[in-house]
């Protein structure tokens, strides 16, 4: 059986240090947008391993939002 790979698997953040204020509040829409459409995949099932990874997933775009924030404020 193929393994099956999201493309966002190997999709790599790009570095915020590197962004000037402008860039960073793009990319701040841009991770919002994401969370938004993670949001409408919610698993039903809050026991199911689906649902954890979702939840990862979740998880890592919301602490990468905050840090663009952080970012951003101390610009």
Request: hydrophobic content about 35%.
């Amino acid at each position: 059986m193929a393994e099956i790979h999201r493309f966002d698997d190997f999709y790599q953040e790009p570095d915020l240090d590197g962004m000037d204020a402008e860039q960073l509040r793009a990319y701040l829409a841009s991770v919002r947008a994401r969370i938004g459409q993670l949001d409408e995949e919610e698993p039903e099932d809050m026991e199911s391993e689906e649902y954890q990874e979702w939840g990862d997933r979740h998880e890592v775009l919301e602490d990468l939002a905050d840090e663009i924030l952080d970012r951003l404020e101390a610009l």
